[in-house]
């Protein structure tokens, strides 16, 4: 049975469209047949963190109105064979985001045997965010140690509930997910920073990872690829630790403990 | 002063303070939130039903959700038109 998953945060600049990209990307690397899509209608950027800017052609809105079908529109990943992106509209009406239309695309995609559908969100809790969480089974909650981010997942944790078909309909609710990104476990040691404890005793959703804050982040999307694809980096791990959740394994966190530089470190400077 | 916060590195500690803050505003935008968000559907709902059995404008019905302290109420109101005087459009079609 596939799953459809939402990533989404409220507020903008969290790491929603990262997180899409990796989680999507680590599904896939692990053998699954996955879509990821992007709801952030007039201002599309999951295409530049994937890498396949220069290969859209046709985007979301061209299928909800019939302008082109699926098969046309969904650009194969340059990396894993089993991952397709579905860009959005970078012109249109978001008005054409359709609930019956957005609902089409997601069967057919079931149809086509995708396994996990993953929907990008756009920032606020705008139509675009609504339709991106309207379908979802699950919902990873994007968050930055920092109170305006805490806040808006808040909010958007209360639309979840209350907009979602699942809960509209009173079936089993949308299973919610802690994704805690841009953490430096440092300034939580030192105290200037909210601990992903506290994250979580206040949002009250169980954790699926924790990201740490990394310049890897930026190296990779100025490549437009999946941070993911680091293999060594810290990130790189986490997310894929948070693959191993989100499939059921058993994962320890890490990367939330700060490890002091030794002295060979300190003096010589190596990352 | 500086030369000692540098020499001790103290920084301020603020995370508490987030955390605080964070705990009373979310514990009041929560409170706001629960309940209210089925009332336009249960609005748009009873002005379904109730047009089955009787003329009525969907502005003659309001539901509202009151609390006072640990009280809730819920408040839903029909006026319903006048049955002697009949609707005006409905002898015009005939």
């Not at chain 1, 989680?23 to 899509?37: S, W």
């Not at chain 1, 089993?172 to 200037?192: C, M």
């Not at chain 2, 959700?65 to 609707?87: H, M, Q, S």
């Amino acid at each position: 049975m596939a799953r459809i998953i939402v990533i989404t945060s409220g507020k903008g600049g969290v790491g929603k469209t990262t997180s899409s990209a990796s989680f999507a990307t680590g599904l896939a690397l692990r053998g699954h047949k996955t879509a990821v899509l992007d709801f952030d209608v007039g201002l599309r950027n999951l295409d530049l963190i994937m890498g396949c800017e220069r290969r859209v052609v046709y985007d979301l809105i061209n299928v909800i109105s019939g302008e082109a079908n699926l098969n046309q529109a969904l650009i194969k990943d340059k990396h894993c064979d089993n991952l397709f992106i579905l860009p959005a509209s970078q012109t249109r009406d978001k008005d054409a985001l359709s609930e019956v239309g957005v609902e089409r695309v997601i069967n057919d995609l079931i149809q086509m045997g995708f396994e996990y559908i993953i929907c990008d969100s756009p920032a606020g809790i705008e139509h675009g965010a609504i339709m991106a969480l309207t379908f979802a089974d699950d919902a990873i909650v994007v968050t930055n140690p920092e109170v305006s981010s805490v806040r808006d997942s808040d909010r958007i944790l209360g639309i979840i509930q209350a907009k979602s078909r699942r809960a509209l309909n009173g079936d089993e609710p949308v299973k919610e997910h802690l994704l805690i990104t841009r953490y430096s476990a440092k300034r939580v040691e030192s105290g200037e920073m909210l601990s992903y404890q506290d994250v979580q005793e206040i949002l009250r959703i169980p954790l699926i990872g924790i990201i740490p804050e990394s310049e890897a982040v930026l190296h990779a999307s100025n490549q437009g690829n999946p941070v993911i694809h680091l293999k060594d980096s810290d990130v790189s791990l986490a997310y894929q630790d948070v693959i191993g959740r989100f499939l059921g394994e058993e994962t320890p966190l890490r990367f939330m403990n700060y490890e002091k530089p030794g002295l060979f470190k300190r003096l010589f400077g190596a990352k | 002063m500086a030369l000692l916060s540098f020499l001790f590195n103290t920084k301020p500690k603020s995370a508490s303070a987030a955390k605080e803050r964070l705990q009373i505003i979310i514990a009041r935008e929560r409170s706001g939130r629960s309940g209210y968000d089925f009332l336009p559907a249960l609005h748009a709902e009873l002005i379904a039903v109730i047009s089955k059995y009787t003329k009525v404008n969907p502005g003659d019905i309001t539901v509202s959700l009151d609390r006072k302290g640990d009280l809730e109420i819920l408040d839903v109101n029909v006026v319903l038109p006048d049955a002697e005087v009949p609707a005006t459009s409905a002898p015009a079609r005939r």
